[in-house]
């Protein structure tokens, strides 16, 4: 059976898993092609790429025929697709302001994909002060959102949508390759945190999680970047 | 009269413009609260946020009382709410790509809005290889949908979408703030830059453009990356 899916992206979980959690929730069937044929596209002229890019991820909608680009403009798209929008202006907008808080979270915490190394003085820094913000924004709004008291209006409904989903990309995974950081987020976002494992353990999630650690092991954003960031946590 | 929105943004272009652009177009009327008003929101407790954030640019619809964070979210609201949006899936798909395409475009010309400052011979590699391998991923795209032969079917179409009034605003505001750079984008993506013309010369956005210069002048992305940005583009 054909795969309904084509997702080109580093062997990585990072900014991938956004797409693997939406995927893989949605029942869908995907391949991933091999690192050399992911180089091969992007450094094509752009004349000769399916749809002009500079860097993954990559989707191609194979059934549809359609390329996109950027994370939030993939997951967009396979939100409208499979119906995990709200479907309300104000949600849907803050579906989206929190996918764009994911994609900036991911920027610091790699110091913009690996711009500059962690020093130890900046690395403490950023987990006193930054990177708790961005945990109590995520739990602030998970709050107002009904996520502590059952009553959830947009983060942790019985239907999962795609705010479940980003927030769950975002900190569980980050919690599960640096298991450091899980803390952390269960001091200053416990309400997200257990958001984010509950979505985690999912069945067609922890699947493709399990199947992607027997294969891949424990790489949050690989280079040297998260050589850098494995060192300043183990001098935290 | 009311407005109809509030944009909390430095004054500065960079990311603001893309908002004032689909503002103007639209044709609503908005006001931008004075930057003491957008420090005490940014940090103020997350508690005491009207929608808790990080950084701006920050929207608020105020006939919804709606707030919206994230550039792209808030490109999406307006998008959505003032029927910008192709409405067809591929074309709404690479409307959010272009837009995330610009955001990386901003981030790449500001070395990560000034993480690092510009060396000459950084930004000589950065206006040989990787800013003109922007531009043609952008004209690529313009040329598949039509732009170069009066036939365009989502950029340059007579009714101006959330597309085509992104790529105004970043490549638009880029060369009018950074003439240096226009040479380059003429050169590397001569239909864009003819379509972000028109679409900066629109009425509603060429006043508001003109009223911008005379209150704000010159000003692109602000701070001492900015003066990083001239400093090479002289020496270049």
């Known amino acids: 059976m054909a795969e309904d899916y084509s997702l ?19 029942g869908t069937r ?21 749809l002009p890019f500079m860097a993954p991820p990559l989707l191609h909608d194979r059934g549809a025929d359609i ?4 994370m939030p403009a993939i997951l967009a798209y396979l939100g409208e ?9 104000a949600k849907d907008a ?13 920027e610091e915490i790699t110091c913009n994909c690996g711009r500059t190394m962690w020093s130890q003085e900046a690395w403490d820094a950023f987990v006193d002060v930054r990177l708790p913000r961005w945990m109590a924004i995520f739990e602030e ?14 983060l942790g409904t019985p239907q999962s949508t795609l705010a479940d989903l980003a927030v769950a990309a975002l900190w569980a995974t980050m919690t599960e390759c640096l298991p450091a950081i899980e803390p952390l987020l269960k001091t200053h976002a416990p309400a997200i945190a257990a958001l984010s494992n509950r ?18 092991g424990e790489a949050y954003c690989g280079g040297q970047i998260e050589a850098s960031i494995r060192h300043v946590l183990a001098g935290s």
């Open 8 to 26: 080109y992206y580093w062997p990585l979980p990072f900014r991938g898993h956004f797409i693997r959690y939406v995927l893989a929730h949605a």
């Open 199 to 216: 979505v985690a353990a999912m069945p067609a999630i922890s699947a493709m999680r399990a199947e992607w650690r027997a294969q891949h």
């Open 141 to 154: 709004i998970g709050r107002r959102h009904g996520l502590t008291d059952d009553a959830g209006t947009m």
């Open 67 to 70: 390329w996109v680009a950027q």
């Open 94 to 106: 803050l579906t989206n302001t929190l996918i764009g808080n994911a994609g900036d979270v991911l």
């Open 81 to 89: 697709k499979h119906a995990l929008y709200p479907c309300d202006p």
């Open 30 to 50: 995907w391949d991933e092609p091999p690192i050399e044929a992911l180089a091969a596209l992007k450094n094509a002229p752009v004349s000769e790429q399916p």
